[in-house]
């Protein structure tokens, strides 16, 4: 099938998604995703911030879809024409969906893990809004400890439901899910009881915001102070290919290795992330690359720093040649010529 997106052209396998089709393409028409998960089944469609404009429906049936359609769970049709960055439609309701998210999301960046790596941050960065009008009081909740390294921070929560299908698909008998319903939803365990499997640390690495924190790693460092680096172990668990973020020498955290669209390309188990922080239990591949826009990856040592030259022009100063070369230098008596400029104010 054939399927256009911002006038590019894509051949694509029957049952993709229009999201698919757009991440296949790349470049700035995909659509932000902050609750579709490509590794987890049943996942999209929640969070309303993929949304795009069909502006034909197919070659059989050319006629546009009326309302904005979900990227992440609207088939590709053959001859399908959508619009995404290129549609005033869509950027005004992605503005209006990261507004919405946004209404009991506290502005607590600087003071959280996940900062520099927040998904719900970039979306601010491009579709956010100066001010909020929301003058309700936000919701709040306690942090609770949910297991014996992963505290919940609940006022972050936007509801994307990435950790209970992470507990669904990956463990057996969850203990944790959404509580309550409308606006008192709340992520949160049966009865306070702890999270005991040896994959619930994948739900750190799903979760788009701060609401899911390694309390190993809770406030010893900023993600874009730390070297990622790609290794590996042998692990009977789980695969033991991870991520380690490393300060010096130490190693300061372990996360599952993360696409482009910061989704794990496969899920590690407890004992990798957690109880193996020492550089000797691990074969280090080399330095990980991220994308040149993410805030990791500014002045780090994978990233290739152009030195930045200044030319200062003739007519910018109006002065002597020692003045563009050096303005905060010590007063020059003026020459006689000089002193008469500047009475007329030529100077």
């Known amino acids: 099938m054939k399927v256009t997106i911002d006038g590019q052209a894509i051949e694509v396998e029957p049952g993709t998604t229009i999201l698919q089709a ?54 590709c049709m053959d001859g399908m024409e959508i619009n995404s960055k290129s549609s005033d439609r869509v950027k005004e309701a992605r503005e209006s969906v990261t507004e919405f998210l946004l209404i009991n999301h506290p502005l607590d960046c600087p003071v959280c893990d996940q900062a520099g790596e927040c998904d719900l941050q970039d979306l601010s960065f491009e579709h956010g809004k100066g001010k909020s009008r929301f003058i309700e009081d936000k919701r709040t909740f306690e942090p609770e400890d949910i297991g014996p390294n992963i505290q919940l921070h609940m006022n972050r929560c936007i509801l994307c439901y990435r950790c209970v299908m992470v507990a669904d698909q990956l463990t057996d008998n969850r203990v944790h899910g959404v509580m309550d319903r409308g606006d008192h939803s709340n992520i949160s365990t049966c009865i306070s009881k702890a999270i005991d499997n040896e994959f619930s640390g994948n739900m750190i690495d799903v979760c788009p915001v701060g609401a899911l924190t390694d309390k190993t790693f809770r406030f010893k460092s900023r993600v874009w102070f730390n070297k990622p680096y790609t290794a590996h172990r042998d692990c009977d668990k789980c695969s033991g290919k991870t991520t380690l973020w490393m300060f010096g020498g130490e190693i300061q955290r372990v996360t599952g290795r993360k696409d482009v669209y910061h989704e794990v390309d496969e899920f590690i188990c407890n004992g990798c992330r957690f109880d193996h922080k020492d550089p000797t239990h691990w074969v280090i591949e080399g330095p990980r690359a991220f994308d040149k826009d993410s805030v990791i990856n500014q002045n780090n040592y994978t990233q290739k720093l152009e030195t930045v030259v200044i030319d200062t022009e003739d007519f910018i100063l109006k002065g002597r040649e020692q003045d563009r070369l050096k303005i905060s230098m010590p007063a020059i008596p003026l020459d006689k010529e000089e002193e008469e400029d500047f009475k007329h104010g030529n100077i």
Request: with cysteine; glycine share 12%; net charge positive.
């Open 22 to 75: 757009a991440r296949k393409i790349g470049g700035e028409s995909v659509p932000p995703a902050m609750c579709y998960y490509s590794k987890l089944e049943g996942s999209g469609g929640k969070c309303r911030c993929c949304l795009v404009e069909v502006a034909k429906g197919s070659d059989a049936d050319p006629r546009p879809m009326p309302k904005l359609m979900a990227s992440c769970v609207t088939g």
